[in-house]
């Protein structure tokens, strides 16, 4: 079965960090590049970052660039997003998704959620 | 950055309705629209890819259309399942950027 399956969100304080992980499984991984994309409560989805197959090629929204690291580790079939210098508007479920190309973002993991709060 | 205005924003709609979505793009981005469908607390579901594909699994009910600016999503003979709210995405450049969503409501 394909799967994403993200961990590492949590409570943190304005100024912080965290490490957001996304595992995969049920398909080659390191043929596809990956995005984060969040959602912040009641509203719409934000694409964040994304990474190419090979790790090679990164990319981000304005908001983020400066702040948040996408990485990828192929033998281990992870993709990470380092989120620094967190603002209360960094709230939000952060999803990782499968870029297939053509196809779109065609699997998604459950989602972590990132609470920035003092 | 490319903008995806969607509308529209919200629509009530009855078991049975016919309803479309449209998304215009603020550039010309030939076919690379997505659509994604979500219910409250779940991730996103993928529905149509390149403007007009179905992924494997996504009911004939729901089609795409579109090219270059303009795009719909169309969704014939609403089920109770259906009511959800939809996303459009453009994938031709980075960034990355979503509509703002239509929440479709009984």
């Known amino acids: 079965e394909v799967q994403l399956l993200e961990s590492g969100g949590g409570l943190v304080q304005p100024g912080g960090s965290l490490r957001l992980s996304c595992t995969a499984s049920?398909?080659?991984?390191?043929?596809?590049?990956m995005s984060w994309v969040r959602q912040a409560p009641g509203k719409g989805l934000e694409w964040v970052a994304g990474v190419s197959d090979s790790g090679d090629t990164t990319f981000y929204v304005d908001s983020v660039k400066g702040r948040f690291t996408i990485s990828r580790d192929n033998s281990k079939n992870t993709v990470d997003l380092q989120v620094n210098i967190l603002r209360d508007d960094d709230t939000a479920v952060y999803y990782c998704a499968k870029d297939h190309g053509l196809y779109g973002m065609d699997v998604w993991g459950q989602g972590t959620t990132v609470t920035v709060s003092s | 950055d490319i903008q995806m205005t969607q509308s529209p924003s919200s629509l009530s709609a009855s078991i049975g309705d016919r309803v479309t979505i449209t998304c215009r793009a603020s550039h010309v981005i030939s076919f690379y629209v997505a659509w994604f469908q979500q219910k409250p607390g779940r991730a996103p579901k993928s529905l149509i890819y390149?403007?007009?594909s179905l992924h494997s699994g996504v009911p004939s009910r729901f089609s795409g259309n579109g090219s270059d600016t303009d795009f719909t999503l169309t969704v014939n003979s609403l089920q109770p399942e259906d009511f959800a709210t939809y996303f459009c995405?453009?994938?031709?450049?980075?960034?990355?950027?979503f509509g703002g969503g239509t929440k479709v409501e009984i």
């Open positions: 995405l453009q994938y031709n450049t980075y960034p990355l950027t």
């Open positions: 049920g398909f080659s991984f390191s043929s596809y590049a």
């Open positions: 390149a403007a007009s």
